[in-house]
Structures are given as C-alpha cells and as structure tokens.
C-alpha cells in the first residue's frame, strides 16, 4: 500500500488488506491543518480491498467526525466498491463522490466561514444568535432582524443553513443539488448583513430533519436567541406550512429567547 498526498488529497495505491486507518492518518492530519473543512480520499489505484481493509474507512469516518469535520472517498474502482458496499457500516456511512472535483465542492460549501467583520467594539459579545435557513422557506429576512438586535446586545450572529439529508445516505454524503442551494441561500442572507456591516458566521449544518435540528443545535451551542424573518410574499408563495411549523416548534420547544418577525412586502399593480 502506498500513501501520498497531493494538494488536498490522500491518494491510495495498492492492496488494501487490513485497516491502515493509524497510518493514513498521519498524512490525513497534515491536510486537515490546511483544508479544515475535509479531506479527500482518492481510490482510483486500489487494486484489491479485502473487509478488513474496508474497515479503514469506517475509523476514518469515526474519527474525522468525531472532529466535526469530514471525510469524502472518491474514484472507487468497481471491485473495491462492491465489497465497500458489503460492510453494513462502511455502506451505510461512507460518503461517495464521482470525483474529486465534485467532492471539493461539497466540502467548500459545507465548511463553516465568517464574513465582513463589524467594527470593532469595547463591550465584549454577551450573547448568541442564530439565524436558521431551510430551503423550502424563504428566512433570510431574519439576518436583517438579527443585525439590530447585535448592534443593540453586542452579540454574534450565526447564519446556519439546515440541509435536509434522506436517512438512505450517509449524513456527509455530497449533495450538489442541495449543497447549490444552500451557498444561494446564504448569500441572500449575507446581503442583509453586509448593507449594515454586521458580523457573523455562516454554517452548513446537515441534519436528518431541519426543525429538530434546529432545536438540538440551539441546546448544543447555547444559543441566546434564535431570530425567524420571512416576508409576507415567500409565505403567500411557498413555504407557509413549514413556517408554521417551524414556528410553532420554536414557541413550544425552543431552549432559547425566541424573535418572530415578518416583513410586509406592499403589493404591486
């Protein structure tokens, strides 16, 4: 077995026949210093892969995860996936790319960046927002509300976008569908804060349902506020159910101060 990193992947040459995962690690490290939203495992000169082999990637899994980053295999030859797909943890957990490219792009999109800082001030941040974002719901009016509560409470902001990913796939599996709509998502979001030269930090969070990953998140970081905007035309347009439901979760369950607002758009002749 032979291990090099190139740029921001590890490539596998050989015969994988027993979990290497100790040894691979170290050349995996070096490239999380650099690329801290993941790394890249490039399969494409495996020769053989026995199920001890395979198991290499499931410590990988565990272990890059445990640091809340990710892991994302690419350019399986036919012979090694089929017997990858023959270990029930391996199959059910490993997140597949076509290549290398595609993997890169989820690995950006899905990787936690701070944006244009506000200036700076002596009162130290006394508490947390967060901003959630769904796809199917139009929320990024609520950066717009979360900037004047910052500048009031000197808080810091997080625009988190919740990705919904189907229990038949791994949680970090690539998504360039929804991994597009997510960075769209955001960006509008951005638009709010930067006109007022807010600070905050955007995030990808991929959960298995959106409002009860909300919920945990908000208990897991200690979120003071949690800030909901949406104008009246997205909810007449789509959305509506689900920001009632959103809502309603919210009130009844949230382990925060909870911020509702809606923005009247005027109608048009």
Not at 23 to 50: F, K
Not at 110 to 136: E, Y
Request: hydrophobic share 45%.
């Amino acid at each position: 077995m032979i291990i090099e990193t190139r740029g921001d992947v590890v490539h596998l040459s050989g015969s994988l026949n027993k979990n290497l995962w100790l040894t691979i690690r170290a050349a995996a490290g070096m490239l999380l210093n650099q690329y801290p939203g993941g790394i890249i495992v490039d399969c494409s000169e495996l020769i053989s892969i026995s199920e001890d082999g395979a198991k290499t990637f499931l410590t990988a899994i565990e272990d890059i995860e445990a640091n809340h980053t990710r892991i994302i295999v690419v350019n399986l030859p036919p012979n090694v996936l089929k017997v990858v797909k023959s270990i029930p943890g391996v199959r059910s957990q490993l997140p597949i790319a076509a290549t290398i490219d595609e993997a890169r792009a989820s690995l950006r999109r899905g990787h936690s960046t701070s944006i244009k800082v506000a200036p700076s001030s002596n009162s130290s941040p006394c508490s947390q927002v967060i901003v959630p974002l769904f796809a199917d719901v139009d929320l990024a009016y609520g950066a717009d509300i979360a900037c004047r509560v910052s500048k009031a409470r000197h808080s810091n902001i997080s625009l988190v976008f919740f990705m919904e990913v189907t229990r038949t796939l791994p949680l970090n599996a690539p998504l360039p569908h929804q991994e597009e709509i997510a960075e769209k998502t955001l960006k509008n979001a951005r638009e709010y804060l930067q006109i007022s030269d807010c600070a905050a930090i955007e995030r990808v969070e991929r959960v298995r349902d959106a409002v009860d990953g909300l919920l945990n998140l908000i208990k897991q970081d200690n979120f003071d506020l949690v800030v909901v905007g949406a104008s009246s035309h997205s909810l007449q347009t789509a959305g509506h159910d689900r920001f009632d439901q959103l809502v309603d979760s919210l009130l009844h369950r949230a382990a925060c101060e909870v911020l509702i607002s809606r923005l009247k758009v005027q109608d048009t002749v």
